[in-house]
């Protein structure tokens, strides 16, 4: 079975700079999400979909953070303008979409932005 | 609102060592809670996940446990080796949500 796919691996930008991220989970999985984790930090929640609609966005800072998810498959992030605080690994992750007691979430392998 | 704490944040062991990772959770009301492995550079790996009716999980050499009503899960690892080496962290999910909530982690490092 496929994982989550993310590119690009590795981002280098500078402030003011836009970045976009893209994410593609495991087949069959309703459900994706994009966190933001910040050094030493656990992963925080910026959005999640589920099909192509968004159940939670409460933590996506909508004045420079923008989220797709087309057809309810592949997903983009995007940031315009970035800023020096938005340096962390932006981390894709997929579950089926269940009963949540056993809801597993698989994860892709991020990506990590520097903002310079 | 979930809050979720780990303790330690960083801990350093000699191999062959038991030892236990803690998760404190503040709202007991969760359907499941899962730990996850972090190595560096690379995305989250599930390890175990514990539905909110059970009270322990064990995979090989990792065993959790969840306290439901004290608000507290451990990761237990046996005869740990530096393969082990990497960040752990705790995540639930509230009852009413669909949104899993993440610990800052522990950062174990086993040295040979």
């Known amino acids: 079975e496929a994982g989550v796919a993310q590119s690009p691996r590795y981002k280098i930008i500078e402030k003011r700079q836009s970045v976009a991220f893209w994410c593609n989970p495991i087949?069959?999985?309703?459900?994706l999400y994009w966190y933001q984790q910040i050094l030493g930090q656990g992963p925080k929640l910026l959005i999640q979909f589920q099909n192509n609609g968004v159940v939670d966005d409460s933590q996506l800072p909508k004045d420079r953070f923008s989220a797709e998810r087309l057809k309810g498959v592949d997903s983009t992030l995007k940031i315009q303008p970035a800023k020096l605080e938005d340096s962390a690994v932006y981390l894709c992750?997929?579950?089926?979409?269940?009963?949540?007691?056993?809801?597993?979430?698989?994860f892709g392998s991020g990506t990590q932005l520097s903002v310079l | 609102k979930q809050e979720v704490t780990q303790i330690p944040a960083a801990l350093s062991v000699p191999e062959g060592e038991n030892l236990v990772l803690n998760c404190s959770f503040t709202d007991s009301a969760i359907y499941n809670l899962q730990w996850f492995r972090q190595d560096p550079g690379k995305g989250l790996t599930s390890l175990l996940l514990?539905?909110?009716?059970?009270r322990e999980q064990t995979s090989g050499r990792l065993n959790a446990s969840l306290d439901k009503s004290s608000g507290r899960s451990t990761l237990y690892i046996a005869a740990s080796q530096p393969g082990d080496s990497a960040t752990y962290l705790c995540a639930v999910i509230s009852s009413g949500t669909y949104k899993y909530i993440f610990g800052t982690g522990t950062r174990l490092k086993v040295l040979a």
């Open positions: 514990i539905q909110s009716s059970q």
């Open positions: 087949s069959g999985h309703a459900t």
């Open positions: 992750a997929s579950s089926i979409w269940g009963d949540r007691s056993y809801e597993k979430l698989f």
